[in-house]
């Protein structure tokens, strides 16, 4: 069975309706000096029909946000998807901040860990009362 069943249950548990935040975004070609008036250390970069391409390290731009300057890892969730989508979105985020996107792979906002973890608490504590 593993230690990690109650985490595997969680991809069974569609994802309650939780607060999204908005995510500022640079496009690719954008400026370091755009990517810095963010003013955080790690931004999101989507293409020119919001999809979420990958987040770049403010720090890492030298003239342009390209392609190389991407860092693709981490999950993108879908706002349909479950509570294991999300709080996998946002522990493999290089900004902690886990992308969700919409059925048609556009950005709808970021969540962190912190935000997922009283849903799956509701969850159980909802489990444990129903027995």
Same mark, same amino acid.
């Given at each position: 069975?593993?230690?990690d069943?109650g985490?595997?249950?969680?991809s069974?548990a569609?994802a309650?309706?939780?607060?999204?935040t908005?995510?500022?975004?640079?496009r690719?070609?954008?400026?370091?000096g755009d990517?810095r008036?963010v003013?955080?250390?790690?931004?999101?970069c989507? &293409?020119d029909? $919001?999809?979420?391409? /990958?987040?770049?390290? !403010?720090a890492? @731009?030298?003239?342009?946000?390209t392609?190389t300057v991407l860092?693709?890892?981490?999950?993108?969730?879908?706002?349909?998807?479950?509570?294991?989508?999300l709080l996998?979105a946002?522990l493999?985020?290089p900004?902690?901040r886990?992308?969700v996107? &919409?059925?048609? $792979?556009?950005?709808v /906002?970021t969540?962190r !860990?912190a935000? @997922?973890?009283?849903a799956?608490?509701?969850r159980r504590h909802?489990?444990?009362?129903?027995r």
């Amino acid at each position: 069975v593993g230690r990690d069943r109650g985490y595997r249950a969680l991809s069974f548990a569609a994802a309650p309706e939780l607060s999204l935040t908005d995510e500022p975004t640079v496009r690719l070609g954008a400026t370091a000096g755009d990517v810095r008036a963010v003013g955080a250390p790690w931004v999101l970069c989507v &293409d020119d029909a $919001g999809e979420p391409l /990958g987040w770049v390290r !403010a720090a890492a @731009v030298e003239s342009e946000v390209t392609r190389t300057v991407l860092h693709r890892g981490g999950t993108v969730a879908s706002t349909s998807g479950s509570l294991r989508a999300l709080l996998d979105a946002a522990l493999s985020s290089p900004s902690g901040r886990g992308v969700v996107a &919409d059925d048609d $792979g556009r950005l709808v /906002g970021t969540i962190r !860990a912190a935000d @997922v973890i009283p849903a799956i608490e509701a969850r159980r504590h909802e489990g444990a009362t129903a027995r």
